[in-house]
Structure formats: structure tokens, C-alpha cells
């Protein structure tokens, strides 16, 4: 049988054990997580399923339309979709309650990059702890408080920081197409 797959959605791969990169944004890129409460809330959240479900992140950025992050699955890497079904259930119901919106659309889908390259793994993760300043959030990446520059400059030893944030990544493939709110 050919490999069919809907033409309007990413096609998911999840089948190894290996370390992702994940984009997921909210439906219509609508602003669901402005504001610093919203902010926190989505990025402890991103992070608590991931511990859930044993996912061991090693860079994400969290804004107010999508997120990103690179992350090493466990032995069964299909969780992914549970792992990001619960977030985004929780994150909805969430947002739609202070809102007053029930049952409102939050989020869209998400994409996944198994990576198998060293360079394409370092690249990707210098793209997301630097994602905040492509954005134009921030002048340096570990100012910006919902992302993991920080703990991954206060972490790592120097010669790693050194190394991961002199991997370029003007030629990555990465669909962000996101214009997040400046919380600034």
C-alpha cells in the first residue's frame, strides 16, 4: 500500500528512539499565552509533561503563539503524541477558562525532526535556545526567562555553551513562522 497521509497535516515518523525537534503552534497563530502569567503557566506545563512522560529536554523556548524544543525520547518515542495531547488539552481548558471560551480551538499540530546528524542536533539546538532573539524578545537569549539559554549557559561548561552557540543556523529548515508578542 502507498504512504498516504493528509496533504494538510505533517506526516509523523515516530517509529525509534531518538532526539526530536518539535514545533507546535497555536491554531490561527492566535496570541492564547500573552502576558507573563500565560507565559509561565504554558512553560511549566511544557516541561512537567515532559518529565511525565520521559521526555529529557535539552533546549526549548516557549512564546505566546507556538513553541519549540529538542528533546531526547524514551524507549517508546510514539508517547510523543499523548505527551503533546495532554499539554495542549490542559494549556486549552486552561486559557479558554480565563477567557470565558469554552471549548475554543487553541492549538493547530505539531512537527517533528528525528534528528541523526551531530551537526543538525547542535545546529537545532543553538536555534532554540536562540529563539527568543530571532524573535527580537530579547537582545541575549538567556533574558528571555521562558526558555532554556539560561539554565543551559548556568549548566553546561563553557567549552559546550561555546560550542552549541557557534553552530549556525541560517541554513536549518525549521517551519517557524510565528510572530509572537513582545512581553517586553
Same mark, same amino acid.
Given at each position: 500500500?502507498?504512504? !498516504?497521509?493528509?496533504?494538510? +497535516?505533517?506526516?509523523?515518523?515516530? *517509529?525509534?528512539?531518538?532526539? /526530536?525537534? !518539535?514545533?507546535?503552534?497555536?491554531?490561527?497563530? *492566535?496570541?492564547?499565552? &500573552?502576558?507573563?502569567?500565560?507565559?509561565?503557566?504554558?512553560?511549566?506545563?511544557?516541561?512537567?509533561?515532559?518529565? @511525565?512522560?520521559?521526555?529529557?529536554?535539552?533546549?526549548?523556548?516557549?512564546?505566546?503563539?507556538? /513553541? =519549540?524544543?529538542?528533546?531526547?525520547?524514551?524507549?517508546?518515542?510514539?508517547?510523543?503524541?499523548?505527551?503533546?495531547?495532554?499539554?495542549? @488539552?490542559?494549556?486549552?481548558?486552561? +486559557?479558554?477558562?480565563?477567557?470565558? #471560551?469554552?471549548?475554543?480551538?487553541?492549538?493547530?499540530?505539531?512537527?517533528?525532526?528525528?534528528?541523526?546528524?551531530?551537526?543538525?542536533?547542535? +545546529?537545532?539546538?543553538?536555534?532554540?535556545?536562540?529563539? +527568543?532573539?530571532? =524573535?527580537?524578545?530579547?537582545? #541575549? &537569549?538567556?533574558? /528571555?526567562?521562558? *526558555?532554556?539559554?539560561?539554565?543551559?549557559?548556568? #549548566?553546561?561548561?563553557?567549552?559546550?555553551?561555546?560550542?552549541?552557540?557557534?553552530?549556525? #543556523?541560517?541554513?536549518?529548515? !525549521?517551519?517557524?513562522?510565528?510572530?509572537?508578542?513582545? @512581553?517586553?
Amino acid at each position: 500500500m502507498p504512504d !498516504v497521509h493528509w496533504p494538510h +497535516a505533517p506526516h509523523h515518523r515516530l *517509529c525509534e528512539r531518538g532526539t /526530536y525537534m !518539535v514545533t507546535s503552534g497555536t491554531y490561527q497563530k *492566535c496570541h492564547h499565552f &500573552a502576558g507573563r502569567e500565560r507565559l509561565e503557566v504554558l512553560h511549566r506545563g511544557l516541561l512537567a509533561v515532559a518529565d @511525565e512522560f520521559e521526555w529529557r529536554l535539552e533546549a526549548w523556548a516557549v512564546f505566546s503563539n507556538h /513553541y =519549540h524544543f529538542v528533546g531526547h525520547s524514551p524507549a517508546d518515542s510514539t508517547t510523543i503524541s499523548p505527551m503533546l495531547g495532554k499539554l495542549h @488539552e490542559r494549556m486549552a481548558k486552561w +486559557a479558554n477558562n480565563l477567557d470565558q #471560551t469554552p471549548g475554543r480551538k487553541v492549538w493547530h499540530n505539531f512537527r517533528e525532526t528525528r534528528l541523526t546528524h551531530e551537526k543538525s542536533y547542535f +545546529a537545532r539546538l543553538n536555534y532554540v535556545h536562540q529563539n +527568543a532573539v530571532k =524573535h527580537r524578545l530579547a537582545l #541575549t &537569549a538567556n533574558a /528571555y526567562p521562558w *526558555c532554556s539559554a539560561g539554565w543551559f549557559e548556568r #549548566t553546561a561548561t563553557s567549552a559546550q555553551v561555546n560550542t552549541i552557540y557557534g553552530f549556525p #543556523t541560517d541554513r536549518l529548515k !525549521v517551519f517557524d513562522e510565528y510572530e509572537p508578542v513582545n @512581553e517586553g
